[in-house]
Nanobody, 115 residues
Framework: QVQLVESGGGLVQPGGSLRLSCAAS????????MGWYRQAPGKARELVAAITSSVSTNNLDSVKGRFTISRDNAKSTVYLQMNSLKPEDTAVYYC?????????WGQGTQVTVSS
């Protein structure tokens, strides 16, 4: 079992930055993959970025060059650094972890980009 707690969301102006954190309740060293989805109002949930023990991937073309995913195994935490934020990045961001038997989800953190 893995519990995931996201933090770092909030209100930011266009062009600003936020760093989301996803803290796991146990070591993530052996977790196959972790990452971030987002869901904007009225839209489907979409994969933003994912990271394994050796590879990180930005899934969305719209965030490439602006978002960076990373993980700190010692802190059992995955991060999403978001720079040059745009209003269209406004969404609830969800962290997930794939343990091989199932996918675990966090409760989500709201990111609002607005002037």
């Amino acid at each position: 079992q893995v519990q995931l707690v996201e933090s770092g969301g909030g209100l930011v102006q266009p062009g600003g930055s936020l760093r989301l954190s996803c803290a796991a309740s146990r070591s993530i060293f052996s977790i196959n993959a972790m990452g971030w989805y987002r869901q904007a109002p009225g839209k489907a949930r979409e994969l933003v970025a994912a990271i394994t023990s050796s590879v990180s991937t930005n899934n969305l073309d719209s965030v490439k060059g602006r978002f960076t995913i990373s993980r700190d195994n010692a802190k059992s935490t995955v991060y999403l650094q978001m720079n040059s934020l745009k209003p269209e990045d406004t969404a609830v961001y969800y962290c997930y972890a794939d343990t091989g038997t199932r996918r675990w989800w966090g409760q989500g953190t709201q990111v609002t980009v607005s002037s």
